[in-house]
Each structure stands twice: as C-alpha cells, then as structure tokens.
C-alpha cells in the first residue's frame, strides 16, 4: 500500500531541480495534486495537504530536501490523530473489552484472528468470542482460525442471540483472569438499522473498552463513508486496515485519519496471522518515503526471537557449526514474523525493492518444499554435520527427494554460502558490514 503515493512524491520532488524556483515548484504542487487524487484521496484532504506542504516549502526556502521535509511533516501531521490512542491500549483492570465491527466481506473475522495472535505473542491471555450468528459457518470460522493458533474461543451450540453469547463470554473473560476478550460481530453487505441494533444491545451489555472498526483498504473513499456511519451510531475509536497490502493506493488513511478524525490502529500487510502490525504515523510514513522502518523490524523479531536461543545461535555460526537443523528452526521462525515484502521494506536502503517482490510463501512454494524434502531425506547425523556429504550421500538424498544430485548440490552450496555470509556478520564488525552493503544497495536502487 502506499506505493501510489510514493510513487507521486518522487514524481513531484524531481520537478524541484533547482533553488528559489517558484515556477517549479508550482509544477511540483500540481503534480502532487494529480497524483493524490490519482491515489483516492479525498479533494479536501489534499488541498489542506497542498497548502501546508507550499507554505513550509516558502518558508524553509524553495528546493528537494525543504519540499520532502515538508510533505513527511504534514503527512505525520494528518495521520496523527490528536489525543488519540495507538497500537493496543490495555484497560486499567482487565479484561481488556474490544468490539470488533465492520461490514460482512472486510475482513473482520480474520483481523480479529490476527489480533489475537498479536496480542498472544506478547505473553497477554486473550479469548475471542463468537457472536457473528448471521453469517453461514462464521463460527466454524472462529474455530478453525483459532485451533490452528491456539488460542481460546467462547460460543455456545446452536444459541441464536449474540446478545446471549455477549454476556457469558464477559462472564468467562472476568472468572477466567483473561487479559483481553476480543468479540467478532455480524457484519452485513450494507449498513441497515437490523445490524446498528444489534450492535448498539452488544456494546450495552459489554460496556468495551475499544470499538473497533475493520475497514477493507480497497474500499477507498466508499470506506471512509461508512467507517464515518459507523462512527456516528457506536462511536468507534479505532480503525484496522485489512488488505493494507493489496492496495497500492493509500486513500482511503488519510481519509479516515483527517476526514472523520478516527486513529488507525493496526494495518493487515498479508494473508497469513502474523500479517498484522502497528499503526505509527511516523514509521509509515518513513516506509512511504524509502526511509525504512527498522524499530517495528526490530520490535516483531523481538516477539519472536528468544534472546538466550539466538546467542546461542549466533556462537554457533561463529563457530561455523551452523547445520540443518538450525536452517529449519530459522525457518519456522521467520514464518512467524510474516509478511516478507513488508520486512523488507522495512529495511533502510531495501525498502523501495519491496514493491516489486511477491511475498515469499514460507509454506507452499517449490524450492521451500524441495528444500524440507532433501532435509527430511538426511539422516540426524546428517542434518548435524554438513561435512558428511560425500557423493554418495548426496546422490541418496536426491533419491529421496525425488530430486536430481544436481539440485541437492545446488541448494548445499547454497546453504554453505549462507553460513559463510552469516559467520561473516557474526563478528565485531559484522554490523558494520551489514550497514555498508544496505549503504551500496540504497544506492543502486
């Protein structure tokens, strides 16, 4: 997402070629406003924009670095929402009471799933409770979603009134000592008065302590529409953007941020649970820029990454006794951490290759698949110690992967290669290394 808008910065800063040029920086306004309006953001939000963003410019004196500076300060300046929370707020006394809402198809049930997740990730006991009654399997949903994540789920067979299933999942919440009860709603196709009611009769008996909107990021201005009807009738206080990665437009979040004055809370960057992250203004709009976004890179490893087991690790690749079954703990590791084109852009200097990468399916895609196939082909000495590969060997596992030996020498020069790159930024000066080839790659891109 964003890419649009990037994209229409660069355009705008390159018609500023020279200093105290006022022709010139009228053509980059006027390409700033096409670009925007390209992008589905509202009229309004980008005359505000275009007017700030001119008077900082004469201000700070005309030219590139004085007009980037003064498009990321005002974007900042829209997406915060004064006075408002970010990210998860818990309540002083828990159970923290979060109503999930939205309209039926935006990714409502998902995003509650992946909230959880989230939540779950950072040691907090969450149950998640199903009062979307209206939508066929919508329960057998919930249980799926939530056995494959392992966590906890409240409904009650065959009970027709969310209301009812409101109640008791409160009452299991407080006898349970859960740090937060997530409850997914009914959604409709369209806002009527039948789903405003029965919303209105949850929020009452649940008292929440967050109302959660979940807005479809392809929706555009028509999203923010109705995350506004749905302001007015519940009185949301916070957005969830589902499908952040599948629009490269970006409208519809400087809509709901300046037009209906709402925070984006959190963003849905994939399809898969740990798809989910954070809304911070000043780091999106760093991503948005090229800039990179390395403290949310650092907080999601931190989630994942325990710190005695990657000491351990990382005394090991000194030692070059990395071996296959450390390649497959990283593996289940990174799949963990989620969304590999949103990493990636989160890394200073990698951030504008992001675009042009399809995400990487740590589960499905063929060279993963033959990789687990030649590993699981190893036997445990094997696996152990590279070193024993003979010719042999090699031509046994192939055997058993249904590859040729030319495949499995392929992906064993590979994995030496890897090991020698990662022993290599092990050392002292290893981040030193690492900063001067993200320094050669910022150039070349």
């Given at each position: 997402?964003?890419?649009?808008?990037?994209?229409?910065?660069?355009?705008?800063?390159?018609k500023?070629?020279?200093?105290?040029?006022?022709?010139?920086?009228?053509?980059?306004?006027?390409?700033?406003?096409?670009?925007?309006?390209k992008?589905?953001?509202?009229?309004?939000?980008?005359?505000?924009?275009?007017?700030?963003?001119?008077?900082?410019?004469?201000?700070?004196?005309?030219?590139?670095k004085?007009?980037?500076?003064?498009?990321?300060?005002?974007?900042?300046?829209?997406?915060?929402?004064?006075?408002?929370?970010?990210?998860?707020?818990?309540?002083?006394?828990?159970?923290?009471?979060?109503?999930?809402?939205?309209?039926?198809?935006?990714?409502?049930?998902?995003?509650?799933?992946?909230?959880?997740?989230?939540?779950?990730?950072?040691?907090?006991?969450?149950?998640?409770?199903?009062?979307?009654?209206?939508?066929?399997?919508?329960?057998?949903?919930?249980?799926?979603?939530c056995?494959?994540?392992?966590?906890?789920?409240?409904?009650?067979?065959?009970?027709?009134?969310?209301?009812?299933?409101?109640?008791?999942?409160?009452?299991?919440?407080?006898?349970?000592?859960?740090?937060?009860?997530?409850?997914?709603?009914?959604?409709?196709?369209?806002?009527?008065?039948?789903?405003?009611?029965?919303?209105?009769?949850?929020?009452?008996?649940?008292?929440?302590?967050?109302?959660?909107?979940?807005?479809?990021?392809?929706?555009?201005?028509?999203?923010?529409?109705?995350?506004?009807?749905?302001?007015?009738?519940?009185?949301?206080?916070?957005?969830?953007?589902?499908?952040?990665?599948a629009?490269?437009?970006?409208?519809?979040?400087?809509?709901?941020?300046k037009?209906?004055?709402?925070?984006?809370?959190?963003?849905?960057v994939?399809?898969?649970?740990?798809?989910?992250?954070?809304?911070?203004?000043?780091?999106?709009?760093?991503?948005?820029?090229?800039?990179?976004?390395?403290?949310?890179?650092?907080?999601?490893?931190?989630?994942?990454?325990?710190?005695?087991?990657?000491?351990?690790?990382?005394?090991?690749?000194?030692?070059?006794?990395?071996?296959?079954?450390?390649?497959?703990?990283?593996?289940?590791?990174?799949?963990?951490?989620?969304?590999?084109?949103?990493?990636?852009?989160?890394i200073?200097?990698?951030?504008?290759?992001?675009?042009?990468i399809?995400?990487?399916?740590?589960?499905?895609?063929?060279?993963?698949?033959?990789?687990?196939?030649?590993?699981?082909?190893?036997?445990?000495?094997?696996?152990?110690?590279?070193?024993?590969?003979?010719?042999?060997?090699?031509?046994?596992?192939?055997?058993?992967?249904?590859?040729?030996?030319?495949?499995?020498?392929?992906?064993?020069?590979?994995?030496?290669?890897?090991?020698?790159?990662?022993?290599?930024?092990?050392?002292?000066?290893g981040?030193?290394?690492?900063?001067?080839?993200m320094?050669?790659?910022?150039?070349?891109?």
């Amino acid at each position: 997402m964003f890419e649009l808008i990037g994209e229409s910065f660069k355009s705008a800063i390159n018609k500023l070629r020279f200093i105290d040029d006022e022709k010139a920086l009228k053509n980059a306004l006027e390409t700033l406003k096409k670009s925007l309006l390209k992008a589905d953001v509202h009229h309004k939000v980008v005359k505000d924009l275009l007017i700030f963003v001119e008077e900082d410019v004469k201000k700070n004196g005309i030219g590139q670095k004085q007009f980037l500076n003064a498009i990321k300060i005002n974007l900042e300046r829209i997406l915060n929402v004064d006075g408002k929370n970010q990210g998860f707020v818990f309540a002083s006394k828990p159970p923290t009471i979060v109503l999930m809402t939205g309209l039926q198809g935006g990714g409502k049930t998902t995003s509650t799933i992946k909230l959880a997740n989230y939540l779950k990730l950072r040691n907090k006991k969450v149950l998640v409770a199903a009062c979307d009654l209206q939508r066929l399997a919508a329960v057998e949903q919930l249980k799926q979603l939530c056995s494959a994540n392992e966590i906890e789920l409240f409904y009650i067979e065959n009970e027709k009134n969310p209301i009812e299933v409101a109640k008791k999942a409160l009452e299991k919440a407080k006898n349970s000592i859960v740090d937060v009860l997530l409850v997914d709603t009914a959604g409709r196709l369209a806002i009527d008065e039948i789903l405003m009611d029965e919303l209105k009769k949850i929020k009452e008996v649940l008292n929440p302590n967050e109302i959660f909107y979940v807005a479809d990021a392809m929706s555009g201005q028509d999203g923010v529409k109705t995350a506004a009807s749905f302001n007015q009738a519940l009185g949301i206080s916070g957005v969830i953007l589902s499908k952040f990665d599948a629009d490269t437009k970006g409208g519809i979040a400087l809509g709901i941020a300046k037009q209906i004055g709402i925070p984006l809370r959190f963003i849905g960057v994939g399809e898969k649970i740990p798809d989910l992250e954070i809304f911070i203004p000043d780091r999106i709009v760093s991503r948005i820029m090229g800039e990179g976004d390395l403290a949310t890179l650092a907080e999601k490893t931190a989630t994942i990454i325990d710190e005695k087991e990657a000491k351990k690790l990382n005394q090991k690749i000194k030692k070059g006794e990395f071996n296959f079954n450390d390649f497959l703990n990283q593996m289940e590791s990174i799949k963990k951490l989620g969304n590999m084109k949103s990493l990636i852009g989160m890394i200073p200097g990698l951030s504008n290759m992001a675009s042009g990468i399809k995400d990487l399916d740590l589960d499905n895609s063929k060279e993963i698949l033959h990789i687990k196939a030649m590993i699981s082909s190893m036997t445990q000495k094997e696996r152990e110690n590279p070193d024993l590969l003979n010719n042999a060997r090699k031509c046994r596992i192939a055997k058993g992967a249904g590859l040729s030996q030319m495949e499995v020498n392929r992906f064993l020069k590979q994995f030496s290669n890897a090991a020698k790159l990662a022993k290599r930024f092990s050392g002292k000066k290893g981040m030193d290394s690492l900063m001067q080839m993200m320094n050669q790659s910022r150039r070349q891109f």
